[in-house]
């Protein structure tokens, strides 16, 4: 082989390896809330195995950019979930679940066929059934606070969540850690308080109501 050739194939093997990943083109806020605590003791996780965290929901919040050539920029998409069994490590322990989506109002045809696809792409598995797909009005505020704990969310008369950061009154038996890892890839995750995860709607043959729970998850997305 001659020494030129060599060369050559280095240079290509340096760009290959310094080669910058393709940029995100959409991002936003995500909220995540489940009907069992995520940042608690084994104790209590151990407690709620297999009874109760069969329901989720997921908010992603588009702050710009765009899905398949779509800009999405300003427009949410919800997830309500429902599982056979407790939720916790997706990765490891994948749950398949049946999902009602909840659509932006304010975004075109176009545009609500586009964040479909996105939450059923950003779900994975937990997604692998949607059995409804419904249009709302969604005011989705998340993180905004010092602690980036807080959020509220509402979609009409369907869902409303409302988190806040953690304080000493969160701490019960004194071993918490976040004992669940959040259920789609995010990034900056942290654990809040949902003080009121609701949903209200149809389609999943259930009502649900979580009061006081260590059950959130806020962070970020793209992609």
Same mark, same amino acid.
């Given at each position: 082989?001659?020494?030129?050739?060599?060369?050559? =194939?280095?240079? =290509?093997?340096?760009?290959?390896? $310094?080669?910058?990943?393709?940029?995100?083109? &959409?991002?936003?806020?995500?909220?995540? %809330?489940?009907?069992?605590?995520?940042?608690?003791? +084994? #104790?209590?996780?151990?407690?709620?195995?297999?009874?109760?965290?069969?329901?989720?929901?997921? &908010?992603?919040?588009?702050?710009?950019?765009?899905?398949?050539? &779509?800009? =999405?920029?300003?427009?949410?998409?919800?997830? %309500?979930? *429902?599982?056979?069994?407790?939720?916790?490590?997706? =990765?490891?322990? +994948? *749950?398949?679940?049946?999902?009602?989506?909840?659509?932006?109002?304010? @975004?075109?045809?176009?545009?609500?066929?586009?964040?479909?696809?996105?939450?059923?792409?950003?779900?994975?598995?937990? &997604?692998?059934? %949607?059995?409804?797909?419904?249009?709302?009005?969604?005011?989705?505020?998340?993180?905004? #606070?010092?602690?980036?704990? #807080?959020?509220? %969310?509402? @979609?009409?008369?369907?869902?409303?969540?409302?988190?806040?950061?953690?304080? $000493?009154?969160?701490?019960?038996?004194?071993?918490?850690?976040?004992?669940?890892?959040?259920?789609?890839?995010?990034?900056?995750?942290?654990?809040?308080?949902?003080?009121?995860?609701?949903? *209200?709607?149809?389609?999943?043959?259930?009502?649900?109501?979580?009061?006081?729970? *260590?059950?959130?998850?806020?962070?970020?997305?793209?992609?």
């Amino acid at each position: 082989m001659k020494p030129t050739f060599i060369i050559g =194939l280095i240079a =290509l093997a340096g760009a290959t390896a $310094s080669a910058t990943p393709p940029a995100a083109t &959409i991002r936003g806020d995500y909220l995540e %809330v489940r009907s069992c605590d995520v940042y608690t003791g +084994p #104790c209590f996780a151990n407690g709620e195995m297999g009874l109760t965290g069969k329901e989720c929901i997921l &908010i992603w919040s588009v702050r710009d950019g765009n899905w398949q050539g &779509i800009e =999405l920029g300003g427009l949410s998409v919800i997830a %309500v979930v *429902r599982t056979d069994a407790t939720l916790g490590d997706q =990765l490891n322990q +994948p *749950r398949h679940g049946k999902a009602v989506l909840i659509v932006d109002a304010n @975004a075109t045809a176009e545009q609500q066929r586009a964040l479909t696809d996105l939450a059923r792409s950003l779900g994975g598995a937990l &997604i692998s059934e %949607v059995v409804e797909v419904t249009a709302s009005s969604i005011e989705a505020r998340i993180g905004g #606070c010092s602690k980036a704990g #807080c959020a509220a %969310v509402k @979609a009409g008369q369907v869902v409303e969540i409302a988190t806040r950061c953690f304080d $000493s009154r969160d701490h019960v038996c004194g071993n918490e850690e976040t004992y669940y890892p959040p259920l789609t890839v995010v990034g900056d995750a942290h654990p809040a308080f949902a003080e009121l995860a609701a949903f *209200r709607g149809d389609g999943l043959d259930l009502r649900w109501e979580g009061v006081g729970q *260590r059950s959130a998850f806020i962070g970020t997305f793209s992609r």
